[in-house]
């Protein structure tokens, strides 16, 4: 019997995966992919143009992966392993396997709400999509999510009322929200190497860098990504090493709850 300190101790460790998820947050047929090499910069300054950067946006019907994962909590490190679906625009889901593959969450979020099973402690929950903006800021919504998991730029950034600067093969843009600062460092190829965003009202910072993308039927998609959220006296590290991602090909959204299952409020 799992002894009551390790029980809340695993508890812990599962709520931390699933807030770091939620912010921001397989196939018969395999699609081509290939590693994207980022060109060197030069010195030579041009204008930006926003219009090539939308298009650069990578668009699917399904995306699906399953990423090897590093979650940092302050001074604790654990191993974890993600299977993320996604259907564009309708269901984010995910499965979160701990020791020995061992499944201990699944989540799946909608444009208008968010299911979370807990399979440690038999609970699951069922929230609006806004509850997730406990932790995070009112900006993240779900299309934002879905542009984090993939590596597109988030959309409202994608707006007339923005700063864009390019120089040295990098583009930055930069804004501001009624809540929140952005910035967004595009590299050569237009896709988002590093978001920043900072919330000084919440005392919260998320850093989302993309270190690797993977060109997969001639679209570009992020395979490593590192996301890092501040928020007081909370760190928190998350690094997604991507395998087996496939676009446009059939994907299940199963979230069956068992009966033993309490729901928490």
Known sequence: MISFRKKLMKKNILSKIIFLFCVAF????????????????????????????????ATFNTFSTKAATNLTINDKNFDVTLNIRIKKGEAIWASITYIAGVEVARAMITPDSLKIMDRINNEYIKKQFDYIHKFSNNEI??????????????????????????????????GQTNQMVYQIGL???LKPQSTVLISEINQQKLEVNITAFQEILNQIFAKTIS???????????????????????????????????SLIE
């Open 26 to 57: 397989l196939f018969s047929c395999k699609s081509k992919k290939n590693i994207i090499a980022v060109p060197p910069t030069n010195n030579k300054i041009v204008k930006a143009n926003f219009s090539k950067i939308e298009a650069k946006q």
């Open 141 to 174: 919504d779900y299309n934002a999510l879905e542009a984090v998991l993939v590596g597109n730029c988030l959309p409202f950034v994608l707006n007339d009322n923005i700063a864009i600067n390019q120089k040295e093969n990098i583009t930055t843009i930069t």
């Open 187 to 189: 590299n050569q190829l």
């Open 227 to 261: 996301l890092t959220s501040i928020a007081k006296d909370k760190n928190v590290k998350l690094i997604m090493d991507y395998d087996k991602t496939f676009i446009d090909q059939p994907v299940e959204f199963p979230f069956n709850v068992p009966k033993r299952f």
